[in-house]
């Protein structure tokens, strides 16, 4: 029997009573979805998956797809390594941002598994961007009704936090380039929201950057006020399971000098409408 532990008030939910090593039964998977789709973000403890079950459960949730720009694993081409070494001192992603929002079709979801995490700091925000856009005036909201945004990977923040990662692995970066609403509407729950993000998003379709900048900035600003957000610390073995399509988040860059090991897994989307 699994429980959902409301972790905040504007998302997420940690549920526990569940082993993830084991295909799970249909009635199961139906369930945690409800919680996934009330909660934005669910999280999980003390599963430690090998690379195999790990690709089993994310299955049961939607078709994993491969990261564009970061090979994936051996034998298991979905799941890349998401890490930042003592060394380091940028971690890969390290902007407020919805995953690959510079895709045609960006991925429905996104998942994160603990490897190995700092002995403290290392924690992920996640912004819930139903609230966002439900927070906005009802001329703004007019306004950005009819508007798409153009989001691409050359982004100048967010392409610096892929360059360890992409070295790495030996890849090239390549430049992608997506028109998608200001607004969208959630396929599965017939919610509105925001959907820019400081990470992707460089202008308004039909608009110049710098005549898109001040609105931008504005919307940035307010889809990260902390109301709208949660925070999670991980341990080894903790999962994270997040909506791109109404949720943002920012790995907190605050453990230089130790090493954090994740293991994501992207599960494909559709054209945003």
Same mark, same amino acid.
């Given at each position: 029997m699994i429980r959902a532990r409301r972790i905040a008030g504007?998302?997420?939910?940690e549920i526990t009573g569940v082993d993830l090593s084991v295909p799970l039964p249909g009635n199961?998977? *139906?369930? &945690?979805?409800?919680?996934? @789709?009330?909660?934005?973000? +669910?999280? /999980?403890?003390?599963?430690?998956? %090998?690379?195999k079950q790990y690709m089993s459960f994310a299955g049961q949730f939607g078709e994993p797809v491969e990261y564009p720009m970061v090979k994936g694993l051996p034998?298991?081409? *979905?799941? &890349?390594?998401?890490?930042? @070494?003592?060394?380091?001192? +940028?971690? /890969?992603?390290?902007?407020?941002? %919805?995953?690959?929002?510079?895709l045609e079709r960006p991925p429905m979801a996104s998942m994160l598994l603990a490897r190995e995490v700092p002995p403290f700091g290392g924690d992920t925000l996640f912004a819930n961007m139903y609230l966002a856009y439900e927070g906005l005036s009802g001329g703004l909201k007019n306004l950005l009704s009819g508007l798409k945004a153009v989001n691409s990977s050359a982004k100048a923040d967010v392409s610096k936090t892929r360059e360890d990662a992409l070295k790495a692995s030996g890849a090239k970066a390549k430049d992608f380039?997506?028109?998608?609403?200001?607004?969208?509407?959630?396929?599965?729950?017939?919610?509105?929201?925001?959907?820019?993000?400081?990470?992707?998003?460089?202008?308004?379709?039909?608009?110049?950057?710098?005549?898109?900048?001040?609105l931008l900035q504005f919307l940035f600003n307010h889809q990260t006020r902390p109301e709208f957000t949660c925070r999670f610390s991980w341990l080894p073995g903790s999962i994270a399971l997040w909506d791109n399509r109404c949720a943002q988040h920012n790995p907190v860059n605050d453990y230089h000098g130790y090493?954090?090991?994740?293991?994501?897994?992207?599960?494909?989307?559709?054209?945003?409408e």
């Open positions: 504007a998302l997420g939910a199961l998977v *139906k369930e &945690i979805r409800k919680i996934f @789709l009330d909660n934005l973000v +669910i999280f /999980f403890r003390d599963q430690a998956l %090998t690379e034998g298991f081409p *979905k799941i &890349i390594e998401v890490k930042k @070494l003592e060394h380091e001192r +940028i971690p /890969f992603g390290g902007i407020w941002h %919805t995953d690959t929002a510079y380039l997506a028109e998608h609403p200001v607004v969208r509407t959630h396929p599965e729950t017939g919610r509105k929201a925001l959907y820019v993000n400081s990470g992707h998003t460089v202008r308004f379709a039909g608009w110049t950057e710098e005549e898109s900048a001040p090493r954090r090991v994740m293991h994501r897994i992207t599960l494909a989307g559709d054209v945003p």
